[in-house]
């Protein structure tokens, strides 16, 4: 396996290829210390899985995954970061990436979340429904606003997820929710894995169920 690690702190690159040496011992780490650098040698190919702070984006963390996107469209990329934000984990999932993963968690969940993530599973914070809605001041925000209030177990959910759970509740598979809402099947993956995250449900059935109970309404 071949994995780049771009992070600007060497400490935490050194931390994490160490990790990844732990999980795949072959394991060959690339690092790379600004985005313009991580973008290059994500350009040159080779790569099964990428790790990125996204503090070296310099711009809204939805618009760093993109761009990390155009030059590796099918890459596994995990965000590893430091703020607890769950309007940023969920920007990063749904543009994209397929992890969200924080530096302070133990090593253990850390390892736990990459070996998930290698295995073609979304992966996000277990507290993700208890983090705060928003990121320090002066960055931008760039995703759904969330519905708060109300008391219904669902107002937690950004208004396209609402219509997904929708359609999750009567009994609509992932292609035909993704024809209905004119997205590509992984987006509905990656909406389904977060809704199910966030309702604290354990499959698609008990989220149904929940939609139908509270009626969906925020």
Not at 125 to 153: I, R, V
Not at 171 to 182: D, H, P, S, T
């Amino acid at each position: 396996m071949k994995a780049l690690i771009a992070d600007e702190q060497w400490i935490s690159r050194a931390g994490l290829g160490q990790l990844l040496k732990e999980i795949t011992p072959d394991c060959t780490v690339i690092e790379a210390e600004t985005f313009a650098d991580a973008l290059e040698k994500l350009a040159a190919g080779g790569f099964d899985l990428c790790l990125v702070d996204p503090d070296i984006f310099a711009m809204p963390i939805s618009d760093g995954i993109s761009k990390l996107r155009q030059v590796a469209p099918s890459l596994p990329i995990a965000v590893m970061a430091a703020r607890q934000s769950r309007r940023d984990a969920l920007g990063a999932i749904e543009t994209g990436a397929q992890a969200y993963i924080l530096k302070i968690a133990k090593a253990v969940d850390i390892r736990r979340a990459i070996e998930r993530m290698l295995a073609g599973e979304i992966s996000l914070p277990a507290n993700l429904s208890d983090m705060p809605n928003s990121s320090p001041l002066g960055l931008s925000e760039s995703t759904t606003p969330f519905q708060h209030g109300g008391d219904s177990p669902t107002s937690v959910l950004t208004g396209r997820q609402r219509e997904v759970l929708d359609l999750i509740a009567t009994g609509k598979r992932n292609a035909e929710i993704a024809q209905a809402l004119g997205i590509s099947p992984r987006t509905v993956q990656i909406h389904v894995s977060t809704i199910l995250k966030m309702l604290g449900v354990g499959n698609r059935t008990e989220a149904a169920l929940m939609a139908r109970q509270f009626g969906n309404r925020a």
